[in-house]
């Protein structure tokens, strides 16, 4: 007896007819595949594909089309049939084009390439203070007095003493400040050596617009002290690095007790192995 016989009643075996069409009709259930999963591993193979297609391209492909790729896509995948892996392809060929395509438009546009322009926004990040420059991203506002190109945008910027080496006001910049300046702007650029640092790649990663400098430190002006998770992170950092400002205070941090025996002239420590 069949494996389809067998799937049967015993009333259905004795007809000759009904039992027939019942066979029938059970061993095409028995030969019939089940649909991929919505999210099996033929979809994931699909969405691979179309991301990995989509990244070799030689150049974009019109957002208009990545649109009608996705339109075609989500119903193919949703529907419960063999195919759901080409849709999961055209997906993912879409996500990709236009995750490209948006963070190519954040890049700085050709006619903007060392511009003197105005703009306030907030730091974003923790100044790096360097001898004679500091270095900081800041956030540009979205609001209708900025420039459009430059709204909500990221710009990595430098902020240099003088030529004699005074001082001109950078070491108040910290964490989660608005701040108002004059910048002159450039899109970010990196050296091609080969296994080098790509400067301009991750500029790129990061959704950096623009690299620049201050053109007036005088013109610079503090709208809003610090405040947010950022002023925190600036207010942490200053406490540690005043509390390892010295050799003394960074043991004493560590609940230590040095002898003044163990003080060389050089004003070193010689801590003896335990």
């Known amino acids: 007896m069949t494996k389809a016989a067998r799937m049967l009643p015993s009333s259905a075996r004795m007809n000759g007819t009904d ?3 019942a066979a029938a009709r059970a061993s095409s259930l028995c030969l019939t595949e089940p649909a991929p999963r919505p999210l099996g591993v033929s979809v994931a193979g699909g969405l691979l594909a179309g991301v990995t297609l989509a990244l070799w391209l030689p150049s974009l492909v019109p957002v208009w089309l990545l649109l009608v790729a996705a339109l075609i896509g989500v119903p193919t995948w949703w529907r419960v049939w063999r195919g759901r892996g080409v849709g999961a392809l055209l997906i993912g060929f879409a996500l ?5 395509s948006h963070a190519l438009s954040a890049q700085l546009p050709l006619d903007w390439e060392k511009r003197d322009v105005q703009v306030r926004g907030r730091i974003v990040e923790l100044p790096l203070h360097q001898p004679r420059r500091t270095a900081f ?3 540009v506002d979205r609001t209708a007095d900025q420039p459009e190109a430059l709204r909500g945008r990221l710009l990595r910027l430098s902020w240099y003493d003088t030529r004699n080496g005074s001082s001109t006001g950078r070491e108040q910049l910290q964490a ?5 300046m004059p ?3 450039r899109a970010p650029r990196g050296l091609r050596n080969p296994g080098g ?3 301009e790649k991750h500029a790129f990663a990061n959704r950096v617009t623009a690299s ?3 053109r007036n430190a005088k013109a610079a002006r503090l709208q809003k002290d610090g405040s947010g998770i950022n ?6 950092s200053a406490r540690i690095g005043n509390a390892f400002r010295s050799p003394r205070a960074s043991l004493r941090l560590l609940h230590w007790e040095i002898p003044a025996a163990w003080m060389t002239r050089a004003g070193t420590y010689c801590v003896p192995m335990v």
Do not use: E, K, N, P
């Open 176 to 180: 989660g400040q608005r701040w108002q």
């Open 231 to 236: 002023a925190w992170r600036g207010a942490m």
């Open 137 to 139: 991203v800041l956030r």
């Open 197 to 199: 640092f790509d400067s």
């Open 212 to 214: 620049g400098h201050l």
């Open 19 to 21: 039992g027939a069409t």
């Open 183 to 185: 910048v002159r702007l």
């Open 96 to 100: 990709a084009g236009l995750h490209a």
